[in-house]
């Protein structure tokens, strides 16, 4: 997969003037990036995804390629609240995703991305807390504001 990258990623630098050419880069890119979440390569992922960022900021007007970044730090901040429980490294993945939709705030994909993965972080902080478990062992009055019933 990565050649097949290569050679676009090359063909979109020989012809800027095709925004096409940088949209499929882009879709490759992520969809490259996600084989390698699968297989644990989390540095390859990110990598993928800082080239990703610079790419959307070097052409801000091409939409789909900042869609394409923030489709690859949900799938790491879903990783890191399903698979890897790391909160930490999922909130720093998610202040990407926030800074992203400052940047781009009239996109309903991104907005929604951000979204999701914040009701996945806390989903998983209630977790690490014991909500999840325990709910049934405290009296609802004292459950509200301590765990919020939210899933992904």
Do not use: W
């Not at 998610?94 to 993965?117: C, G, L, W």
């Amino acid at each position: 997969m990565q050649a097949i990258y290569d050679d676009v990623k090359k063909t979109a630098e020989e012809f800027p003037n095709q925004p096409d050419l940088r949209d499929s880069q882009a879709r490759i890119a992520a969809n490259m990036g996600i084989d390698y979440l699968k297989r644990g390569q989390i540095d390859a992922v990110i990598e993928i995804s800082d080239e990703l960022k610079e790419l959307a900021e070097a052409h801000p007007t091409e939409t789909n390629l900042a869609r394409e970044q923030v489709r690859l730090l949900a799938m790491l901040v879903f990783y890191y609240t399903d698979d890897d429980p790391d909160i930490k490294r999922a909130r720093e993945l998610y202040h990407m995703i926030v800074e992203a939709s400052q940047r781009r705030p009239e996109d309903p994909f991104i907005r929604k991305a951000q979204a999701d993965t914040a009701v996945s972080i806390i989903a998983k902080i209630d977790d690490l807390a014991g909500c999840g478990k325990s709910r049934s062992v405290l009296p609802p009055a004292q459950l509200v504001g301590f765990c919020t019933f939210v899933t992904r």
